[in-house]
């Protein structure tokens, strides 16, 4: 496996499942990120981890909670979702440097989620 | 005021056109700007990268900031059918640390080359 990779590919979960996204980088970076995307709109910051310590959470519900075991991999676990929640969830990954510049950051292919 | 706005299109052309993608923005310290390309059913792949204002040329592709205008564009040159995908504007106001280094994107621009 290289790059970033995301699963389920598909998910079609309840408002009253929990289910959770996983996502693992095989590139060695030290950070991690899950953003939502959704029709029409700009891709949406929801969560940063740096160093497996969470640095960001953009105003997320609390239906949506994230977790970091190690710098390798990221999930994002799912309760009581509303439809209006049914987006693709991308993760990416970057190596921050510290340094005064932009990592690039590298994408997962997404997981495609419809709430019912 | 959104703080990037990015036309969605959809834009179609033939093949061999020039194609011109632009982002304007609003917050006059962002420093860094990218252009993403996302295929459908795929994550965005960064295509350019730029710092502060001018242009960068890889190949068929050209970034142009213009931050006094804060304008942003994307030309790409002999335009292929492979090159149909969706094109994200990106930009952050600087290096990571909490919420500076975080990317604001724009809505994307859906394009299709025709044969």
């Known amino acids: 496996e290289t790059g970033v990779t995301q699963t389920p590919r598909h998910l079609v979960m309840g408002m009253t499942n929990k289910k959770s996204l996983k996502c693992e980088q095989h590139?060695?970076?030290?950070?991690m990120y899950w953003y939502k995307q959704s029709a029409k709109k700009p891709l949406e910051l929801m969560f940063v981890?740096?160093?497996?310590?969470?640095?960001e959470n953009n105003s997320v519900p609390s239906r949506f909670s994230p977790e970091c075991p190690n710098s390798s991999h990221l999930f994002l676990h799912l309760h009581t979702l509303q439809p209006e929640d049914s987006a693709l969830y991308l993760c990416?990954?970057?190596?921050?440097?510290?340094?005064?510049?932009?990592?690039?950051?590298?994408f997962g292919p997404g997981t495609r989620l419809l709430v019912l | 005021q959104k703080e990037v706005e990015q036309d969605p299109g959809p834009l179609s052309v033939p093949e061999g056109a020039i194609v011109s993608l632009n982002c304007t923005y609003s917050?006059?310290?962002?420093?860094?700007f990218m252009w993403y390309r996302q295929y459908s059913r795929k994550g965005p792949e960064l295509l350019m990268y730029t710092y502060s204002s001018g242009n960068k040329e890889d190949g068929r592709f050209t970034a142009q900031v213009d931050k006094s205008s804060k304008y942003i564009s994307l030309f790409i040159r002999d335009s292929q059918p492979s090159d149909s995908a969706t094109y994200l504007c990106a930009m952050a106001l600087g290096n990571y640390g909490g919420s500076q280094g975080n990317l604001i994107f724009g809505k994307g621009t859906k394009l299709s080359v025709k044969p």
């Open positions: 917050n006059s310290a962002f420093q860094y």
């Open positions: 990416a990954s970057s190596q921050e440097s510290g340094a005064d510049i932009q990592e690039t950051q590298y």
């Open positions: 590139l060695g970076h030290n950070a």
């Open positions: 981890y740096s160093l497996e310590e969470r640095v």
